[in-house]
C-alpha cells in the first residue's frame, strides 16, 4: 500500500521512454504501453525508491503551485493505480541513521 512515507521505484520490466512519434514521455512494460502527461512523467521520473512520496509531492507543489490536498489526493491515486496494475513497488520510507 502506497503511503507518504512509501518510497516508490518502478518493476524491473518498466522503462521511461520519450516516444518521438508522439512527443511524449511512455511508461512501457511488456504487452503494454502507457502514454504519460508531463506531472504523471515527472513523478515517474522521481520513483527511483530513493524519494518518498511526501517529497515527490512537495516538489510539485513547488514547480506547479496548486493546493497540498489536491495534489496529494491525485499523486496518492497516480501511485495506487500503478501499483495495482504492478507497474511500482513501494517499500516503507528506510529509518534514519
Known sequence: MITLDSTPRL??????????ASGRMMLLCPERGLVLNT?????????TGE??????IEGLLRA???TRDAI???VLGFLCELERRRLIVAAPARELA
Open 51 to 56: 524519494h518518498r512520496v511526501h517529497d515527490l
Open 72 to 74: 496529494e489526493r491525485d
Open 39 to 47: 506531472s504523471a512523467a515527472t513523478i515517474l521520473r522521481l520513483c
Open 64 to 66: 506547479h503551485g496548486g
Open 11 to 20: 518493476v524491473p520490466a518498466a522503462r521511461l521512454r520519450f516516444d518521438r
